[in-house]
Nanobody
Framework: QVQLVESGGGLVQEGDSLRLSCAAS????????MGWFRRAPGKEREFVAA????????EYGDSMEGRFTISRDGARSTLYLQMNSLKPEDTAVYYC???????????????????WGQGAQVIVSS
């Protein structure tokens, strides 16, 4: 049984920073690839960032790189998303996701991720 549990969401003001965490348990402990997606109100879910434990090279979605930083604590199988200079358009539900353990490469496609957390709400006020 794989479980991904996000935490750290909340209400912040424009320009503030926020760090999301995703604690993995079960088979995800051996998963190589974990990532973040988000769904803004009235929009489809979009790719935010992903990280492979094999390559240790992060991949970011458009407009994310430079403000967002993905990292992972391998010992605890915890994934982080540091978000700086937040904008109102960053308001969304942020989801943690993990690929099945046999995959070692990151992907921007949500259908490539087998496991999902319940989501953490981030609201950025102007």
């Amino acid at each position: 049984q794989v479980q991904l549990v996000e935490s750290g969401g909340g209400l912040v003001q424009e320009g503030d920073s926020l760090r999301l965490s995703c604690a993995a348990s079960g088979r995800a402990f051996t998963g190589n690839v974990m990532g973040w997606f988000r769904r803004a109100p009235g929009k489809e879910r979009e790719f935010v960032a992903a990280l492979s434990r094999v390559s240790d090279y992060p991949e970011y979605g458009d407009s994310m790189e430079g403000r967002f930083t993905i990292s992972r604590d391998g010992a605890r199988s915890t994934l982080y998303l540091q978000m700086n200079s937040l904008k109102p358009e960053d308001t969304a539900v942020y989801y943690c996701a993990a690929r099945s353990s046999e995959f070692s490469f990151t992907s921007e496609a949500e259908h490539d991720y087998a496991y999902w957390g319940q989501g953490a709400q981030v609201i950025v006020s102007s």
